[in-house]
Structures are given as C-alpha cells and as structure tokens.
C-alpha cells in the first residue's frame, strides 16, 4: 500500500498563492499523482494530474494560475496555486493511481485532504 502525506493548505488572500505538497510513501505503485479538491456541497473535482513523464492535466478553472509538478525521486508532487480566488476554496485532496489508459486505472489512493480557504 502506499501512504500519502499532504501539507501547506491553510488561509489566504484573494489573489495570494499557496503551495500544497503531498509525499507518497510505502509502496510505489502509481505513474499519475494529482490534486482533487471539494468545496462543500459540490463533487469532489479534478484540479490538476501529472505522469511520471511531467506530463500534465489541469482543470479549465485554474489552467494559467495552479502549477503541478512531482519529483520522482522523492515521490513527491507539489501544486503551486497563485492568483487564488474565492471559488478554490475547498479541500484539496491527493491522489495517486497506475493508470493503464485514462479510463483503466488501478491502486487508487487518497491523502487525508488539507482545507484551503481564500479570503477577500
């Protein structure tokens, strides 16, 4: 199994950054890590996914101002969030899965999520 370990959410200001990191630990059974987030009543929704390869999905809500980036060799990713609004309020939620294809996908993992509050 693997076990994932997030920090940095908290509060900030409208139009602030924040950076969330999430370390997997344990076994290493996953090429995609990512951010999912959950505001209270809605769906837990994609916010940004990324491949042992760098490569890179993000939500169209935050495409110009969130960053993910991972770092194998630690097993790591970071999500670096700038230009924050009212609406990224939520919890964020990491994730990390073996995908075969995009619609295959095996050892599906969650963090424990980490609230991330913006404040005008």
């Known amino acids: 199994q693997v076990q994932l370990v997030e920090s940095g959410g908290g509060l900030v200001e409208a139009g602030g950054s924040l950076s969330l990191l999430c370390t997997a630990s344990?076994?290493?059974?996953?090429?995609?890590m990512g951010w999912y987030r959950q505001a209270p009543g809605k769906q837990r929704e994609l916010v940004a996914t990324?491949?042992?390869?760098?490569?890179?999905n993000y939500a169209d809500s935050v495409k110009g101002r969130f960053t993910i980036s991972r770092d194998n060799a630690k097993n790591s990713v970071d999500l670096q969030m700038n230009h924050l609004k009212a609406a990224d309020s939520a919890i964020y939620y990491c994730?990390?899965?073996?995908?075969?294809?995009?619609?295959?996908?095996?050892?599906?993992?969650w963090g424990q999520g980490t609230q991330v509050t913006v404040s005008s």
């Open positions: 344990g076994n290493i059974n996953f090429n995609v």
């Open positions: 994730n990390t899965r073996y995908e075969y294809t995009s619609r295959i996908f095996t050892n599906n993992t």
């Open positions: 990324i491949t042992n390869l760098h490569v890179t």
